[in-house]
Nanobody
Framework: QVHLVESGGGLVQAGASLKLSCAASGDTFSMYAMGWFRQAPGKEREFVATVSSSGGTTQYADSVKGRFTISRDNAKNTMYLQMEDLKPEDTAIYYC?????????????????WGQGTLVGVSS
């Protein structure tokens, strides 16, 4: 099983940038597709982005496309989410996920491996 730990969250103003990291341990990182979900207060957890095990394929939610970039470094067992031009509606707890499927599916109920989350707050 893989163990995931997020970092890099914080409180910023609209228009700012943040870079989240997800460090993996416990299993072969390069065997897993990775992704990010987020959950805002009072809302359901939603898909943000995913990257394939090799890093060659990525997908994004429409709400973040063009502003967020997902990437991974298999040599460092770490995945990243570079967030640009942050908006107040990006405020949420961001969770790192892993799966042995080709990509992380949008249905979070299908996923077993989760990090503890990191808080991103964006003020207007």
């Amino acid at each position: 099983q893989v163990h995931l730990v997020e970092s890099g969250g914080g409180l910023v103003q609209a228009g700012a940038s943040l870079k989240l990291s997800c460090a993996a341990s416990g299993d072969t990182f390069s065997m897993y597709a990775m992704g990010w979900f987020r959950q805002a207060p009072g809302k359901e957890r939603e898909f943000v982005a995913t990257v394939s095990s090799s890093g060659g394929t990525t997908q994004y939610a429409d709400s973040v496309k063009g502003r967020f970039t997902i990437s991974r470094d298999n040599a460092k067992n770490t995945m990243y989410l570079q967030m640009e031009d942050l908006k107040p509606e990006d405020t949420a707890i961001y969770y790192c996920v892993a799966t042995k499927m080709f990509l992380v599916p949008a249905d979070f109920r299908a996923l077993r491996f989760w990090g503890q989350g990191t808080l991103v707050g964006v003020s207007s």
